[in-house]
């Protein structure tokens, strides 16, 4: 909790930015060819199962 007196020597501005400090962390993503493989396996996947339901008309 802020105290109240900090509260009141901000003027009462209340953004949570004031009394919160704010924590970047840094985000590791995998490397782009692998992304793109695992969206071209899904894609796969998706166009197999339209193939499946569009037999069934």
């Known amino acids: 909790m802020v105290p109240a007196e900090d509260i ?3 003027k009462y501005d209340l953004s949570i930015s ?3 400090e704010v924590v970047y962390e840094e985000e590791v993503y ?3 060819k692998v992304i793109l ?3 071209k396996a ?3 996947e998706i166009l197999a199962d339209l193939n499946e339901l569009e ?3």
Request: proline share 6%; no cysteine; charged share 40%.
């Open 8 to 10: 009141k020597a901000q």
């Open 30 to 32: 995998e490397d782009p």
């Open 55 to 57: 037999g069934m008309l």
């Open 37 to 39: 493989g695992k969206l």
């Open 18 to 20: 004031r009394y919160k």
């Open 42 to 44: 899904l894609e796969s």
